[in-house]
C-alpha cells in the first residue's frame, strides 16, 4: 500500500477510530503486545517483567478469535535509543488481518514511514511527542491525524490529580493528564491510549474516573488501559469509564478470558461490540 492512502480518513482499518467517529461505533476489544528482547512480557505497576510468548503466535491467534485491532510496544525502545524492531513489525503484519498499532522509539516522520511500509497501520507516541509536541502536528500533516496515536502513561498522586509519566513509567513530569491530552489533540493526535499505572495488571479493573474524564471532554476515541481481570471490568470501562475501546494484555496472554467469550458477555450486558 502506498503511503499516500494514509491521508485518507475514510481508510477501512480507521473506520472505528477516526476523529471521533468511533463514539456510537461498536466498542473495541485490544490485546497489546508488549515486547522487551522480542518477547512478549507482562509487568505489574510497570515492574516485575515476566516473559509471555512468542509476540507472532499471540498476535495470530488474537486475529483468529475476534480481536478488533492489536497494539505492538516496544517498551525498553525510548530509554535503550533505539528504533522500534522492525522485522518484527513486519512479520507481525504479514500474518494478521485487523489493523494494527506500533509504538516504541518512534520520533520523526521517516520513523513511521518505515514502519507503516513495514505493515503497521497507526503508530503510537509517548515520550518523544511530550518532548517535542510539534511532531504530533507533523506526524498528522504528512499521514493523517486517523493514524496518529498519543499514548499517556498517567498515574495518580497523593493530590488526587492524574500526572503524566515518560520513558516507560520512570520519569514522572508535573503536567496533569487532561491538560496534555487536550493540548495533543489539538495538534493532531486522532486517538488517546491512555495507561493507568496505579491499575496496570493489578486486575483490579481499570481508572474509571481518568477514562471518563478524558472520554467526555476530548473529541477523539479514548482506549483504556491497565487493570483488566474480569469480564465486568471491560463493561465498566464501557459504561461508567465511556471509553471506545479497552486493552489489556495478560487476562488475554495467559487465556484467563478469550475475546470472543469476552464479547459475547458484553453484547448480552448491551454493549455493542463486533461479533464474528
Given amino acids: 500500500m502506498s503511503l499516500e492512502n494514509f491521508n485518507k480518513s475514510n481508510h477501512p482499518s480507521f473506520i472505528n477510530s477516526s476523529n471521533g467517529s468511533g463514539r456510537g461505533l461498536s466498542k473495541r ?8 528482547d522480542g518477547r512478549t512480557v507482562k509487568g505489574i505497576n ?5 516473559d509471555a510468548g512468542d509476540p507472532v503466535e499471540l498476535a495470530i491467534l488474537y ?3 475476534g480481536a478488533d485491532e492489536l497494539v505492538f510496544l516496544d517498551i ?7 528504533k522500534t524492531l522492525v522485522e518484527l513489525v513486519k512479520r507481525i503484519a504479514a500474518n494478521i488481518n485487523i489493523p494494527f498499532t506500533v509504538g516504541g522509539g518512534i520520533s520523526s516522520v521517516e520513523d513511521v514511514a518505515l514502519l507503516l511500509q513495514n505493515g503497521a497501520d497507526k503508530v503510537s507516541v509517548n515520550t518523544a511527542a511530550f518532548k517535542n509536541p510539534s511532531l504530533l502536528k507533523q506526524l ?18 497523593a493530590d488526587s490529580e492524574w500526572y503524566v509519566y515518560l520513558n516507560g513509567g520512570r ?20 486517538e488517546i491510549l491512555l495507561t493507568s499505572m496505579n491499575n496496570d495488571g493489578t486486575k483490579n479493573g481499570f481508572a474509571l474516573d481518568i ?3 478524558l472520554s467526555s471532554s476530548l473529541p477523539v476515541p479514548v482506549i483504556a488501559s491497565g487493570g483488566a481481570g474480569s469480564m465486568e471490568h471491560f463493561k465498566d470501562v464501557f459504561d461508567i469509564g465511556k ?9 488475554f496472554h495467559y487465556k484467563e478470558i478469550e475475546i470472543l467469550a469476552l464479547k459475547k458477555y458484553l453484547s448480552v450486558n448491551n454493549i455493542r461490540v463486533r461479533l464474528k
Fill in 29 to 36: 476489544i485490544i490485546p497489546c503486545l508488549d515486547i522487551k
Fill in 46 to 50: 510497570f515492574e516485575s517483567i515476566r
Fill in 63 to 65: 486475529s483468529e478469535n
Fill in 76 to 82: 525498553t525502545a525510548t530509554i535503550e535509543k533505539r
Fill in 140 to 157: 498528522s500533516n504528512e499521514f493523517g491525524s486517523q493514524c496518529v496515536v498519543l499514548a499517556i502513561d498517567s498515574k495518580k498522586e
Fill in 171 to 190: 520519569t514522572k513530569t508535573d503536567t496533569k493528564t487532561i491538560e496534555w491530552a487536550k493540548e495533543a489533540v489539538a495538534l493532531g493526535a486522532g
Fill in 211 to 213: 477514562t471518563a474524564e
Fill in 243 to 251: 471509553a471506545d475501546a479497552a486493552l489489556a494484555a495478560s487476562i
